[in-house]
């Protein structure tokens, strides 16, 4: 169960941000909208959220997930591989210590972004991507090897982050696209193909029984019912431009 998440509000200056989405500029007062009922949405799910102020200097600091890793056991600072995120590990640090007093940190040469880590149970996979590489990991899985937790490395070649193409919905449940759909790394759960025309929506998040889905995906929406469980959507358009998920906007805890 979780019981908590940080989230930070958009900045005007995500007209900037990273993107290869081709979607064309979020609008920042749909995206300020869009986030206010993504934070609803968490506290429906049972979360307490704490809410930090936007961050101008910062473009992408509203996808919070990636600068840090939270587990039942410890919380490990990331060092994003995007240079022009790094400076977003310091502000989330305060935050992040007042539930976790002690704090583990990536170090160079590592870089993680957590949007490549995804939990299941107290393993953790970990995705090399252009953000996140194997110093990195080696670092992360000594750390979580002392807090009695696991963690491996997954080879990937296509996807942003691992998460962009994963979402594991407990129960063994694991929603997969493209090239995450036939990995051998996951052949154990029970996979659930989402189709390339949705492929947003393989970044779906459980929280306590509940799935947060983005709207606009009905066949996706449609199979995580199917398993059985509860769904609440959230229109993510203005994030999905600057190739921002679900799992991005918020740390759970
Ligand atoms: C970036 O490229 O870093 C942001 N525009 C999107 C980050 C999305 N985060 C995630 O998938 N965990």
Redo the contacts with the bound molecule.
Sequence with gaps: MFTQAIVRKPCKAMLD????ADMGLPDFTLACIQHEDYIAALIECGLKVTILPSLEEY??SC?V??VALLTPHCAILTH?G?T??RGEVQHIQSSVQQFYPNLEQITLPGHV????IMMVGSHFYIGLSD?TNSQGAEQLIAILNTHNSTGSMVEMSEL??L??GLSYLEDNNLLTFGEMNSHPDFAQFNRIEIDADESYAA?SVWINGTVLVPKGFPKALKAIQQLGYKTREIAMSE?QK????L??LSLRF
């Design positions: 941000g990273l993107t290869e473009p992408d996808f997930e990636d994003p995007a022009s995120r972004e957590a949007g490549d953000r942003l982050h998460k962009t970044n994030f600057l190739d921002g998920g799992s991005c």
